[in-house]
């Protein structure tokens, strides 16, 4: 049963970190799609000076587009914060069963030991060879308890490293987003290049006229 939960609780850890890997290359898929598009937007404004308009309009959408992909890719980190969240509250309850059925067994291989040392102590032709043989059996399934709460142990302590790697790839997304906001910071600042560029060219004309 114990076996079963910790599927379970695995399963919803993987899930999480998944969450929370797959938002970096949503964000770069982005990322590139606005640099491809402001490369094109500054060639042809090299050819064309009046292209200024069509790179604002672009430009806005990439604005828009890059606000939808901060906001959902905050979206999934809060959600793959909250899963791991639950993860580590039910690590924290794994580890208190693990911990309770190691005593349980302990206590019982006690009482096993102290059995034996007591029917050593009984005369051997007063005691029946299927009771020995029961007795036996029952610290072989003992024991084998034991080791299993021992195997569940060490899966909880795997399951703390995948959440610590989980919390290290949020650290990462929140640095890509960091450098997102540079490169748009950027795009503003060449904008407003533009309309002075296409001011010294109305006054130009102005003047040819």
Not at 101 to 126: R, T
Not at 164 to 177: F, G, N, V
Not at 182 to 194: D, K, P, R, W, Y
């Amino acid at each position: 049963m114990i076996r079963k939960k910790i599927g379970i609780y695995l399963a919803l850890i993987v899930t999480s970190m998944l969450m929370a890997v797959l938002i970096l290359p949503v964000i770069q898929k982005y990322d590139e799609k606005y640099l491809k598009v402001h490369n094109q937007v500054a060639w042809d404004f090299k050819s064309n000076m009046n292209y200024g308009e069509l790179f604002n309009t672009e430009n806005n959408k990439l604005q828009s587009l890059y606000e939808r992909t901060v906001k959902d890719g905050a979206d999934n980190l809060k959600k793959a914060e909250n899963q791991i969240s639950k993860a580590e509250e039910t690590i924290n309850q794994c580890k208190l069963m693990v911990d309770e059925d190691k005593s349980l067994v302990e206590n019982q291989l006690i009482q096993m030991k102290e059995s034996e040392e007591l029917l050593s102590k009984i005369d051997q032709k007063k005691v029946h060879k299927e009771t020995l043989l029961s007795l036996h059996d029952s610290l072989i399934n003992l024991l084998q308890t034991y080791n299993q709460a021992l195997d569940q142990y060490e899966e909880v302590l795997n399951l703390e490293q995948k959440i610590y790697s989980a919390l290290k790839a949020e650290k990462d997304l929140k640095e890509i987003t960091a450098i997102i906001d540079e490169a748009n910071q950027s795009s503003g600042e060449l904008s407003g290049t533009i309309k002075d560029l296409n001011g010294y060219i109305v006054s130009y004309n102005k003047l040819q006229i």
